[in-house]
Nanobody, 119 residues
């Protein structure tokens, strides 16, 4: 069972930056594809970014391309989301997720960290 703990959320003004971190308990972290999702009030959860186990492959939702960067440090069992040029519409609870090697679904989730961007 993979346990994920997010940190780094907070309140920031539009145009500012935040870096989210997600630390995994599982020693097999280095073999797992990881992702960030977010859910704004009254909206469905949406995919934000993903990174392969090696870090060589990344993908982003169109709305954050050029502003957000996903990265990982397998030695620290941690995945990061660097968020620059933040906009009020980025306000959401951000969740870290790990893809199961068995099901290929994002079966493991953290509890989330709140990001609020003021205008």
């Amino acid at each position: 069972q993979v346990q994920l703990v997010e940190s780094g959320g907070g309140l920031v003004q539009a145009g500012g930056s935040l870096r989210l971190s997600c630390t995994a308990s599982e020693r097999t972290f280095s073999t797992l594809r990881m992702a960030w999702f977010r859910q704004a009030p009254g909206k469905e959860r949406e995919f934000v970014a993903t990174i392969s186990w090696s870090g060589s492959n990344t993908d982003y939702v169109t709305s954050v391309k050029g502003r957000f960067t996903i990265s990982r440090d397998n030695a620290k069992n941690t995945v990061y989301l660097q968020m620059n040029s933040l906009k009020p519409e980025d306000t959401a609870v951000y969740y870290c997720a790990a893809q199961s090697l068995t099901t290929a679904r994002y079966d493991y989730w953290g509890r989330g960290t709140q990001v609020t961007v003021s205008s």
